[in-house]
């Protein structure tokens, strides 16, 4: 885990927020590289699970929507975690976290545990009082209710269809850690899939494996996937069935992602809560109820985590040096999804070299997301695009100005392939 954090930090992934000010606990910045691969992760969820389907539309919804909302999901009630503080070091943990009746920092006595709520409270317009207060949602989910009537209207799906959202949570959680695992503020990937009663069961084992798609798409090995059935207490206040799909982080087994039941529930409190009918009405048989819904849920940080850890590698490569070998960290990540996709690397820094270079930058630029390198040794710019999990090096020497044929390197088997100029957009496009 530490060298994934350093070598986030080193190469631009991932560093400490506000580090210029002695960092803020647990706040986590993407870099450039960072963003680059989140994004890809983003946008390829969307593709798949929105774009590629017709039973499903997105929504992009406010953060900090009306309170009464909160109320009526029953978050301000239940969206809690229970919290002991030790009476010697007045450290928090939650309870269910740790092991025993004693702190694990010191030793001391434990408080009885209380609720603690999760949400970020904060005060609309310049008065603090009461009647200003808002949060900021702990889940995306919650819109995807609250706008149902009019996703419904103005698309004309019918049941069953699915509303899809990206973007951030916040959560006061009382002990965050374990690097971009558990923040306070993250983002999800969720998906409210909308069904008639008794199709719950079937379409519940559907979008598990569709989940299980996803995660064989970004990489994850079956071997580190487990499925937990959350028992009824420690279930959501929402939930009838919820499945935490639990990935072998290098801390531990945790969760990834969930995927829950939640019944009409949502539905109809907000429609007793709104006063506003949010019953459908089947177009062809007339019948009326209010939807039951299947929620696919996926954290998108924890989504960088997984594919980070998955994707590490040392091995052991040979040097530029006859017999001699040396360790190479390359980062595995599937090549759709990694930052650059193609690196660009002339052999010398002399102009009639870098010309030819720069215009195949261009070229490929057009294509993929690419990067011009041409300082230092050939050997460390490799392994610099190793660590970084560029899938293809490609770098011009003086015979191609010759032979009009340029060397791509591929980065998980280090073989060597030379390719006509002329055909390496297509090459390219052919390996990705
Ligand atoms: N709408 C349902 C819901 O929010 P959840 O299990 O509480 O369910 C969904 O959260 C996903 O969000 C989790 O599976 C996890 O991937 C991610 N997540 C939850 N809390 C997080 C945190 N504090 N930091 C990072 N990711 C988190």
Known sequence: MEKIVSLCKRRGFIFPGSEIYGGMANSWDYGPLGVE???????????KFVQERG???????????NPKVWEASGHLKNFTDPLVECKKCHNR??????????????????TTAKQFNLMFKTFIGPA???????????????????????????????IPFGIAQIGKAFRNEITPGN???????????????????NDWEKSFEYWLGEMYDWMNFLGLKKDHLHDMEVPEKERAHYSKRTIDIEYDFLFGKDELYGLAYRTNFDLKNHSTSSGVD????????????????????FGVDRSVLAVLTEAYCEEEAP???????????VLKIPKHIAPIKVAILPLSKKEELSNVAKEIYKEVSRNFFAEYDETQSIGKRYRRQDEIGTPYCVTIDFDSLEDKKVTVRDR??????????????NYLKNKF
Request: glycine fraction near 4%; hydrophobic fraction near 35%; include cysteine.
């Open 128 to 158: 603090e009082e009461s009647a200003n207060v808002a949060y900021f949602r702990p889940e995306t989910a919650q819109a995807m209710f609250v706008d149902f009537r009019q996703v419904l209207e103005t698309s004309r799906k019918r």
């Open 412 to 425: 998980d088997t280090m073989e060597q392939e030379r390719i006509e100029i002329s055909e390496l957009i």
């Open 55 to 65: 039973d499903m539309v997105g929504l992009d919804a406010t953060l900090v929507m």
């Open 37 to 47: 691969l989140k994004n890809n992760i983003k946008q390829a969820w969307w593709k």
């Open 278 to 297: 949010l019953v459908y009405t089947d177009p062809e048989s007339g019948e009326k109820y209010i939807p039951h819904v299947i929620e696919p849920t």
């Open 319 to 329: 040097t530029t040096k006859e017999g001699e070998t040396e360790i190479r960290v």
């Open 93 to 110: 943990f939650r309870a269910d976290h740790i092991e025993g009746k004693t702190c694990p920092d010191c030793g001391g006595e434990l």
């Open 179 to 197: 690097f971009i695992f558990r923040t306070r503020e993250f983002e999800q990937m969720e998906i409210e899939y909308f069904i008639k009663e």
